[in-house]
């Protein structure tokens, strides 16, 4: 089993940070890529930053310059440092690890549970 957890959410002023972390466990022999999407009410979840286990990144634009995503490989954790913050950022946060089980064994995604991130104007 593999267990993903998220940290870091709450309620914050427009113009401030929050950083957010997600650490994955359990029977992990290694993580490929790992995200952070969002999900607002009423709305499709969409992916926020994308990190590779090279340290290659990828953002959406309405984050690009503001979010910044991170990763440990050896405590596999991944964080996203979030930055002038809109109320538009509104959104329960999740992150998701593509994870291999055994030298030999295809990747697997999993997710968190989710974290609530409010932006207040």
């Known amino acids: 089993q593999v267990q993903l957890v998220e940290s870091g959410g709450g309620l914050v002023q427009a113009g401030g940070s929050l950083r957010l972390s997600c650490a994955a466990s359990?029977?992990?022999?290694?993580?490929?890529?790992m995200a952070w999407y969002r999900q607002a009410p009423g709305k499709e979840r969409e992916l926020v930053a994308v990190?590779?286990?090279?340290?290659?990144?990828n953002y959406a634009g309405s984050v690009k310059g503001r979010f910044t995503i991170s990763r440990n490989n050896a405590k596999n954790t991944v964080d996203l440092q979030m930055n002038s913050l809109k109320p538009e950022d509104t959104a329960v946060y999740l992150c998701?690890?593509?994870?291999?089980?055994?030298?030999?064994?295809?990747?697997?995604?999993?997710w968190g549970q989710g974290t609530q991130v409010t932006v207040s104007s």
């Open positions: 998701n690890a593509d994870v291999q089980y055994g030298s030999t064994s295809p990747y697997f995604r999993h």
């Open positions: 359990g029977s992990i022999f290694s993580i490929n890529a």
């Open positions: 990190i590779t286990r090279g340290g290659g990144t």
